[in-house]
């Protein structure tokens, strides 16, 4: 089967690897598409550990293709999506109601290999069934989905509240939809890519601004930009969550959705005091796969405006070569067999 290879960062190479063969409790699938989060392009910079050589990918939606010993519920050819990760050791699962969180992990793309291949192998508890009715190149989106649907839950309750959102990537534009259905009074939306700033505008965002023109001054000084009653952080960096601590009305709450690989050197901590801010981290998607799912079959989330790019695995090369460019109207790039 063709696979995406990393050896080295940047080393990327399109591969022949044998098909897997599930072992006990495990199950192999058929990969439909597969979607490059920023995750999977820290790995390819060597921004983010991976035991390499790997295959790359995490987040994808398949058919079932074979099954190991042991595994009730799947058949072949049933439409399914898997975790990226699992817990190993025997350690607790992290369900969300645990405070000894599973902390050592297995992990696709990174410490086993991942979806960016033809065929991939995971095990069975991983596995969610997905309905026919949800396209390949939506189902790609249901891990990051379901992580935005744990960072709604992890700010608390929602209905009503004026809610602010740092980062239009794919991640926080699933965000977006998701705190619009729990009944938010609204969304603003600050970014750097106007190309996003509009999908965010199109997808329901009440205002949005671009923190690049000189016009976010004029829009920061708005009394209305100056209460939000949640601030979530989903750029992934430390001078956005920095700007999420100037948005937070006094007594607000921020969350840190976007994974902050660095030290946090820009964030005011004086802001912490004086506005007595709750903040709160939010850490994958345990427990919020069957909602995700729901989400999108019921038409309440759209992914198809965010994907930008579909692409044949062979490619992926050139799929990373768009993401790491940060090219204007790149944003979820998809790969297909």
Request: aromatic content about 4%; glycine content about 10%; hydrophobic content about 40%.
């Amino acid at each position: 089967m063709k696979a995406a290879v990393l050896h080295a960062p940047y080393d990327l190479r399109i591969e022949d690897r044998p098909v897997p063969t599930p072992a006990n409790r495990w199950v192999t699938i058929s990969v439909e598409a597969a979607g490059i989060c920023g995750t999977d392009v820290a790995v390819y910079e060597g921004k983010y550990a991976a035991s390499l050589p790997r295959i790359l990918g995490h987040e994808f939606c398949g058919r079932v293709l074979a099954v190991g010993g042991d595994v009730d519920g799947l058949e072949p050819g049933q439409r399914v999506m898997a975790e990226g990760s699992w817990c190993v050791g025997g350690e607790a699962p992290d369900d969300g109601t645990s405070h000894d969180p599973c902390m050592s992990r297995l992990a696709l793309g990174r410490t086993a290999d991942g979806c960016f291949c033809e065929v991939v192998a995971v095990p069975s508890s991983t596995v969610h069934a997905i309905p026919n009715s949800i396209r390949a190149t939506e189902a790609q989106s249901i891990t990051t989905l379901a992580t935005a649907v744990r960072a709604t839950q992890r700010a608390g309750e929602l209905v009503n509240r004026r809610v602010v959102i740092v980062g239009p990537g794919h991640a926080g534009l699933l965000l977006l939809q998701v705190c619009l259905v729990a009944g938010v009074q609204s969304v603003s939306v600050v970014g750097t890519r106007d190309s996003r700033l509009h999908i965010a505008r199109k997808l329901g965002a009440e205002s949005v601004s671009n923190v690049r023109l000189a016009s976010h001054e004029d829009w920061l000084q708005a009394p209305a930009h100056k209460e939000f009653d949640v601030a979530f952080e989903a750029s992934g960096t430390a001078s956005g969550l920095a700007a999420c601590f100037e948005l937070a009305r006094r007594g607000g709450r921020v969350v840190s959705y976007g994974i902050i690989n660095g030290t946090l050197d820009e964030v005011p901590g004086q802001e912490i005091y004086s506005k007595e801010l709750t903040i709160l981290g939010s850490r994958g998607a345990e427990g919020c796969y069957g909602e995700a799912i729901e989400l999108l079959a019921s038409g309440s989330v759209a992914v198809d405006p965010l994907v930008t790019h579909v692409i044949p695995i062979d490619q992926t090369k050139e799929g990373f070569a768009i993401a790491t460019q940060r090219l204007e109207d790149a944003l979820r790039i998809v790969l297909v067999p």
